[in-house]
């Protein structure tokens, strides 16, 4: 059975919630690492990638479409080489190594891309579930925090948690 090595690793930055990174789109954020990785590796040619995988679990608004596709298209890749974007939650660039591993040893790849990409920043707010399958309802119902707010025994605990001023005052009406 052939071989499955992992060639390079790279990575970006990690960072926070509406940081520096919260302008970039999944997508150009992907392409960063993939433009990094061409340049690196110049002996590479690149037309010979036989498929980019990428986890991204979000694939809501802007992310909706394939991620993986986009990046590599992005980063300057040839428009021949594919991509597949995985979404298992929290272990979706896990699976994708895995998956580019068990290509290779099956013989059915000889070159892949695999990793994973996420921004949490530019995630889209969720709106909760229609009551029938047409409805044109955008509702937005009071959280529990509300009721729980009014019986005090959460704000007790969120002040403490939190180090501020008493909830009552910021969330209850």
């Known amino acids: 059975m052939t071989e499955a090595l992992i060639c390079d690793a790279i990575r970006t930055p990690i960072g926070r919630y509406g940081g520096a990174l919260a302008g970039v789109r999944a997508d150009d954020l992907a392409a960063i690492p993939l433009k990094a990785l061409m340049a690196r590796n110049p002996q590479v040619h690149w037309a010979s990638v036989d498929d980019i995988i990428l986890g991204c679990a979000n694939q809501a608004g802007e992310d909706n479409r394939n991620v993986a596709r986009m990046a590599g298209l992005l980063a300057g890749l040839p428009v021949e080489v594919p991509g597949t974007t995985v979404n298992r939650l929290c272990g979706s660039s896990l699976d994708c190594v895995g ?14 891309i695999a990793g994973g990409v996420e921004s949490m920043s530019r995630a889209p707010f969720v709106m909760g579930k229609a009551e029938s399958a047409w409805s044109r309802s955008a509702a937005i119902y009071d ?31």
Request: hydrophobic share 40%; aromatic share 4%.
């Open 143 to 173: 959280t529990t925090i509300h009721f729980t707010c009014r019986s005090g025994c959460l704000c007790t605990a969120l002040t403490a948690a939190l180090g501020r001023r008493p909830c009552r005052r910021a969330f209850c009406r």
């Open 99 to 112: 998956m580019a591993a068990r290509a290779i040893k099956s013989g059915e790849t000889d070159l892949m």
